[in-house]
Structures are given as C-alpha cells and as structure tokens.
C-alpha cells in the first residue's frame, strides 16, 4: 500500500492516501476508517499548528492609513515528535485486520508523519477460506520529510486608533491537474497602548490578535484507476483561530523584537467522496462516501521574534512553541 503526498508551492499541507485503496477496503469499511483516523490525525494536527502561525511581526498597530503587505511562510517541524509519528494498533480493535507476525498482539505502526516500514497485515474470513495480505503505508519521515509547510500573502491596515485589520490569501490554485488548494482568512489586532496619553514615549506596545484562517483543498483521483468507481476525490477543510497577546520595542529605528503568548484552536474535515467497487477480499461491495476522518487541537503557544525595517521593505522571523512548533520568516513592504 503506497501513499501520496500533496505538497504545494506556497501553501502546502499533506493529505495521505493509500495508493491501493483495494487493500484500505479489503477489511471492510469501519477497519479501512478506523485505520484512516489514527493515521491521518498527526498530520491533520501539525497542519493546523502550521497555517495559525504568522498573525503578527509586532505589537505597534499601524496608524489610519499605514499598510503593509506580506508574503510569509511557515515551517512546523515534527522531527523529534516520535510520539506523532507512530500509533499503537491493536488488532482486538478492529473486525477484520490482524498482523501476520505475531496476530493478535498490539504494536506501533506508522502515522503520515511516520517512519514504520514493512508491517504486514491480513484479512481472513471465518471459515478460513480466503486469506489476503498486505503492507501498512508508512509516513512523511520515511520519505526524508520532517516538518508540514505552509505560506499566504497577508495585508494589514491601520484604522482607528490602535485598531488594525488583517487579511491572509492564497487564491485556489491547481496543482498536476487533479489537486486544488486555496486558503482565506482574517483578523484584527488592537493595541492597548494608544489609548494611553503617553503613548508615544512608552518603549513597548502591548496588543491583542484575533485571527481566523480556513484552509481548502481537493485532489481527484478518479482517473488513477486506483480502484474501479467514479468521482473519487479526497476533499479537506481546516479551521483554526488564533488568541494572542503581544508585546514588541517600538523605539529602536532598523531592529525592534517581539513575542506573544496565545491559544491556538481548530478542526480539521477530510472526507474520502465518490464510489469504490471493492472487487477482492470477503466484503466485495460498492462502497459510496465511505468515511470522513475529522480531528481537534488546540493548545498554548508562546513566539519570540525580530523584525528589522529599511524604509519601506521589512524583513521577521519568529520561532513559535507549542505542540508542533513553527519558524516563521516575513518579508514586507509597507508605508507607515
């Protein structure tokens, strides 16, 4: 059973499938969903940690009229989370599926962040008749891949005073011909400190961000002829709000820092749709939307980070710790 992984240019998370979904539904349908949620959850986690990061480069809100433009790009990183990379399956758990060494006793195997290899499996009838092996699909880690990357342009206005309005975009763009992504979210971020008469001679700036990032994606593999049936198609959808509190220097002319403590928290939908003709194994059927696999997290966040200002081009980096953490890395223009 082999996977593809879906990495795309700026913004980019991983859906996983099983190259033969003849082997993901030979132990029926509640076994193949089972599987898909224990497998998929890690990744689905680390990608909605990856696209809620990047809200912010300071605490100083703009004034009405100032603006600025980013492309930003994030990095989280799961190399030395083995705990994500692996699930305990124990065959007593599910109908149908079992190891082939030693059946009936539970091990780890790999999540699509993973890096298990050669775990063999089986799916017997009752009366002993038929009997189909084959392999678990392995991860991320195994092909060399060891964070989840995303990246957006995002906009920031100033308005009233100590009010900023923020944006993110990443118009749906088609990927090999079968595989769609886009990302839309927004923002607002108020800073505290304006509303205080000494204002302007107060070395930081304390502000609150809100924001909001929904992230879509669809990749059609009906003409793969993977297995026999019509419209197949993984559609995913992410959702993730970020809670913040931040702090930054304001005084310092080329370089000031920043940091914030948040809450990240968001869900993730990844449905497998069409029909799928199951034409070996002891359930042969039609199977039609077979399963969703969905998956919460959320969690506390800290960052620390610079940002450096030459005129009207800025470049931050901030590195971001959490359950899956991120580097961040900006490059801006604005005016004000």
Do not use: C, H
């Not at 924001?211 to 993984?234: A, H, K, P, W």
């Amino acid at each position: 059973m082999k996977k593809i992984v879906l990495l795309v240019a700026l913004a980019m998370v991983t859906f996983s499938k099983a190259q033969d979904l003849n082997d993901l539904f030979v132990a029926g349908v509640n076994d193949a969903e089972r599987f898909a949620n224990s497998y998929l959850a890690p990744v689905s986690e680390a990608t909605i940690y990856s696209i809620s990061n990047g809200w912010y480069n300071t605490a100083d809100a703009k004034p009405l009229g100032g603006f600025e433009i980013s492309i930003i790009g994030n990095m989280t990183g799961f190399k030395n989370k083995d705990d994500k990379k692996a699930f305990v399956l124990d065959p007593n758990d599910y109908e149908n599926l079992d190891f082939v060494n030693n059946p009936g006793v539970a091990r780890p195997v790999s999540t699509a962040l993973g890096d298990i290899q050669g775990i063999s499996v089986f799916v017997e009838d009752g009366n002993g008749l038929f009997r189909e092996e084959f392999e678990l699909p392995s991860g991320l880690a195994s092909e060399d891949f060891n964070f989840i990357p995303s990246g957006y342009i995002q906009g920031s206005v100033g308005l009233v005073k100590g009010l900023e309005v923020k944006a993110r975009f990443l118009p749906k763009i088609k990927f090999d011909d079968d595989a769609k992504i886009g990302l839309f979210g927004a923002g607002i971020q108020y800073d505290f400190t304006k509303l205080l008469p000494a204002d302007k001679l107060l070395p930081v700036a304390i502000s609150a961000v809100i924001g909001y990032t929904g992230l879509t994606g669809e990749y059609d593999f009906t003409d793969s002829e993977v297995i026999d049936g019509s419209d197949q198609r993984i559609d995913a959808s992410f959702k993730t709000w970020n809670f913040s509190a931040v702090v930054s220097t304001r005084k310092i002319p080329v370089i000031n820092f920043y940091g914030g403590l948040g809450y990240i928290t968001g869900k993730s939908d990844i449905d497998l749709l069409g029909t799928y003709n199951v034409t070996s194994g002891p359930f042969q059927t039609t199977y039609t939307d077979p399963f969703s696999v969905s998956k919460k997290a959320s969690g506390v966040t800290a960052n620390l980070g610079t940002k450096i200002k030459l005129g009207f081009f800025r470049l931050n980096a901030d590195y971001n710790f959490s359950e899956f953490s991120t580097f961040t890395f900006g490059i801006n223009f604005g005016f004000r």
